[in-house]
């Protein structure tokens, strides 16, 4: 069983040095009656001085369908590249009230992943005014043709969503190379909306050498927190 410990741990990564935005997302299992809880607590802690010195973007979000993982939320961790990532990882190694969140947080749920990505591309709206989410795995065999692809069909279209696309470094399932978070007020209306389902067919079409879809997951924001925006990390 993975503990909640690995916030602080170091992750051990090949030569290739992460330039873009770094996420580090992780699946919680978390028991129904604790939900509310570990909101509480994360909201509790972010008026803490080591919360409120928090740099990043993070969002807490429960998970409406991810197939047969056992997850039931997710923790997405931004920081704008990878020194800040590492400079944040110091800072609260040794920080009591970080320390006494987390002894909380071990007690109410229970890591069941750890990935980390690397951002790659981005448009639209703000990811951080994002209600719900559509998260897209995918094999891609050549990122840059992928990237150019979606751009040149996406742009035509106004936007109606927050779209990041993130390359896999660490942690990833097999086969998964990159992930595709699109944000959203409503994934009724979005799914609804004739432009994006023709702008989406196109991608699929065009794509279809170059990107295979390995997995979609839906999941709700509880709780956003910290100063970094799509903005910056775009």
Known sequence: MIRLCVFISALIFSSHILAGAIWTNYQLKVPHNNAAKVATL????TKTGAGKSFPGLGFFNAVVAN?????????????????QWEERRAAVANDKEYGRMMAQLNTLADIV??????????????AEDTKQWIGIAANVKD????????????S?????????????????DPGVTHVVTIGVQSRAEYNANPEVRQALAQVS????D?????????VDNVMTMGPLTSADMR
């Open 210 to 218: 170059v990107r295979t879809i390995m997995g979609i997951n839906y």
């Open 205 to 208: 079409n065009a794509a279809k």
């Open 113 to 126: 992943s750890e990935t980390v990505y690397e951002h790659v591309g981005g448009y639209g709206l703000a």
């Open 156 to 172: 035509q279209t106004k936007p109606a969503a927050s779209i990041d696309f993130w390359a896999a470094r660490a942690g990833a």
């Open 67 to 83: 197939g047969n993982q056992v997850a039931t939320h997710n923790l997405a961790i931004v920081y704008k590249d990878e020194s």
């Open 143 to 154: 990122e840059a043709s992928y990237l150019e692809i979606v751009d040149r069909i996406m």
């Open 42 to 45: 994360m909201e509790n802690y």
